[in-house]
C-alpha cells in the first residue's frame, strides 16, 4: 500500500526503484496484552506521523493478533510499506497461498508490500520461491523476501530458478551483534538485497548501555536513538524498532534527523568492535 508521500525519514532505495522509510515498526509483541491496545495504536500511529511509515508483522505473532492490532492502526493515507511473515511450517505452494489470505485478512489490506519466509527451517525453496511468484502474479504481494538466511543459505536461494528475485534479507542486527558485517552485509550490497535490521535494540540489551547513555547525552536524544541512527547509519539499512509505547516510538523517531559524527561513530567501535572473522549468523 506504499506511495511516495514526503516524509522527515530518511529512506532507503530498493533495487525495485521503491524508496521506502529507513526506520519501521516492529510489532513482535504488540496485540498480546502487554501495553493497552489503544496505546499501542497510538504507537504505532505516532510512528507513522513521525516519518516511520513501514510496519513489520508475521502470521506468528500472537498467533495473528499482531497483525489484527496493525489493522486498526494502519493510516492509509500515510501509506506504509507493509511486511508480513509466512512460518516455514507454512512454507508449501497452497500453505503460503492459504497463510497469505489469512494475513491481508487480519491487516484488511489488498495487497502486502513485501512477504517474507521467516526462517528457512526445511523448506523446499523452489517451492517457496514459485509460491512468492505466483502471489506476486495474483496481485497479493508487490515483492518477496526471506529472514535469518546467512551467506550460505543465500547462495542456496540463488542457485533456484527465481530465487535472485528476492528483495530483502530480514536478519538481526544492532551494535551488540555485529557479525553480518564481515560477509551477509557485503555479500548482500553486491547481490542488491537489502538488509533489514531486527532487534534494533538488542531486544532490550542495549536499553542501559553506558556509552549509547553519554553519546545520547551529548547529542540530545535518548540512548535508543543513538542505536537506531548507528543500525541505519549506511543508508542501505531498515531498521525495524519495536515499540507499543508513544513516548518511546518519539524517542526512536530522533533517530531519523541524527547524523553520528567520526566521534561517536569511534566510541562506538570501541564499545562494539566489528568482527574480525564469519560469525555464524545471530538469532533470536
Ligand atoms: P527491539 O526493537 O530491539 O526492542 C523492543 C523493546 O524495546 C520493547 O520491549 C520496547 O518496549 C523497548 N523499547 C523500544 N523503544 C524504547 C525506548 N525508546 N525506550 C525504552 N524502551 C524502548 O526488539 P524486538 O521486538 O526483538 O525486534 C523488533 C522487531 O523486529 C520485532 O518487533 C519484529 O517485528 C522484528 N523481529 C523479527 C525477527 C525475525 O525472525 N524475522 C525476530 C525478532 C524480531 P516498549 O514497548 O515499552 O517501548
Redesign the pocket.
Given at each position: 500500500m506504499s506511495t511516495s508521500t514526503s516524509s522527515p525519514c530518511p529512506e532507503v532505495l530498493l533495487r525495485t526503484g521503491h524508496r521506502v522509510a529507513a526506520l519501521g515498526?516492529?510489532?513482535?509483541?504488540?496485540g498480546q496484552g502487554?501495553?493497552p491496545p489503544h496505546q499501542?495504536i497510538e504507537?504505532l500511529r505516532t510512528g507513522q506521523q513521525l516519518g516511520m511509515r513501514l510496519i513489520?508483522?508475521?502470521e506468528m505473532?500472537g498467533n495473528g493478533r499482531?497483525e489484527q492490532l496493525i489493522g486498526q492502526a494502519i493510516d492509509s493515507a500515510l501509506a506504509p510499506y507493509l511486511v508480513s511473515?509466512v512460518l516455514p511450517s507454512n512454507a508449501s505452494a497452497r500453505g503460503i497461498a492459504r497463510a497469505c489470505e489469512a494475513s491481508l485478512q487480519r491487516l484488511g489490506v489488498r495487497t502486502l508490500d513485501l512477504y517474507?519466509l521467516?526462517?528457512r527451517g526445511g523448506s523446499d525453496l523452489a517451492e517457496v520461491v514459485a509460491a512468492f511468484e505466483a502471489l506476486r502474479d495474483a496481485g497479493k504481494i508487490r515483492d518477496w523476501g526471506v529472514?535469518?538466511f546467512d551467506v550460505d543459505d543465500m547462495q542456496d536461494l540463488w542457485r533456484i530458478d527465481g530465487g535472485q528475485r528476492c528483495l530483502v534479507n530480514?536478519?538481526?542486527y544492532?551494535a551488540g551483534s555485529r557479525g553480518i558485517e564481515f560477509d551477509l552485509l557485503p555479500w548482500c550490497a553486491d547481490h542488491e538485497v537489502t538488509v533489514m535490521?531486527?532487534?534494533?535494540?538488542?531486544?532490550?540489551?542495549?536499553?542501559d548501555h553506558p556509552v549509547l547513555h553519554a553519546i545520547g547525552a551529548r547529542r540530545g536524544v535518548?540512548?535508543?536513538?543513538v542505536a537506531l541512527a548507528w543500525a541505519i547509519r549506511s543508508g542501505q539499512v531498515i531498521a525495524?524498532?519495536?515499540?507499543?509505547?508513544p513516548?518511546?516510538?518519539r524517542?526512536?523517531a530522533a533517530a531519523c534527523t541524527l547524523q553520528l559524527d567520526a566521534q561517536d561513530l569511534a566510541a562506538l567501535d570501541s564499545a562494539f568492535p566489528p568482527p574480525t572473522r564469519k560469525q555464524p549468523l545471530d538469532?533470536?
Open positions: 515498526l516492529g510489532s513482535w509483541n504488540l502487554r501495553h499501542e504507537a513489520d508483522t508475521a505473532y499482531s511473515k517474507l521467516h526462517w529472514s535469518n530480514q536478519v538481526l544492532h535490521a531486527y532487534s534494533p535494540l538488542g531486544s532490550r540489551a542495549l536499553l535518548a540512548a535508543t536513538a525495524i524498532p519495536e515499540s507499543g509505547t513516548a518511546h516510538v524517542e526512536n538469532l533470536l
